[in-house]
């Protein structure tokens, strides 16, 4: 790969990084709606009943931790308990079942586990909450503009 798509990509990473989050974030927290309050095309709209265990619990983490991660507020944090009852549903649901995610229909979770413990390490990326509200997207460092996108001073 040429040296300059290589600088031009990695000058990128950050709006990448955000991009990937907003959809994850959006996917996940659409996850827990649909347990919560049976919206956005469940097949037969059924919810889970409140504070029964985890069913729940884990909708509630969907959601909130879903939308957390979506508008980039405690990125890390909200990716960290998200990605963890991630894999506390494929062991303790999915993989009794059979071994393989194919096979046990574990897809969603092992995905959303591994997404959400990606975010934990590389941070929010550059359009996010704590970026606007100066926290720095939890000790991420801020991203800048391409020079050819910075804004000029006259």
């Not at 659409?30 to 097949?43: E, N, W």
């Not at 729940?56 to 939308?67: K, P, S």
């Not at 704590?130 to 020079?147: E, K, M, Q, V």
Request: hydrophobic share 50%.
């Amino acid at each position: 790969m040429p040296d300059s798509l290589v600088a031009t990509l990695n000058r990128y990473q950050p709006y990448a990084i955000g991009g990937f989050r907003i959809v994850v974030g959006f996917l996940f927290a659409c996850h827990g709606a649909a347990s919560l309050f049976g919206l956005l095309g469940t097949a037969d709209n059924a919810t889970v009943d409140a504070w029964t265990w985890p069913g729940w619990f884990a909708a509630v983490i969907q959601l909130v931790g879903g939308t957390l991660v979506m508008l980039g507020l405690g990125t890390r944090a909200a990716a960290f308990v998200s990605s963890g009852s991630m894999a506390y549903a494929y062991f303790k649901v999915h993989q009794p079942e059979a071994l393989f995610p194919l096979e046990n229909s574990g897809e969603a979770s092992a995905m959303f586990c591994w997404a959400l413990l990606l975010l934990v390490f590389t941070g929010p990326g550059a359009p996010a909450l704590d970026n606007l509200l100066g926290r720095g997207g939890d000790s991420t460092p801020r991203a800048t503009l391409p020079r050819e996108h910075a804004p000029t001073s006259r």
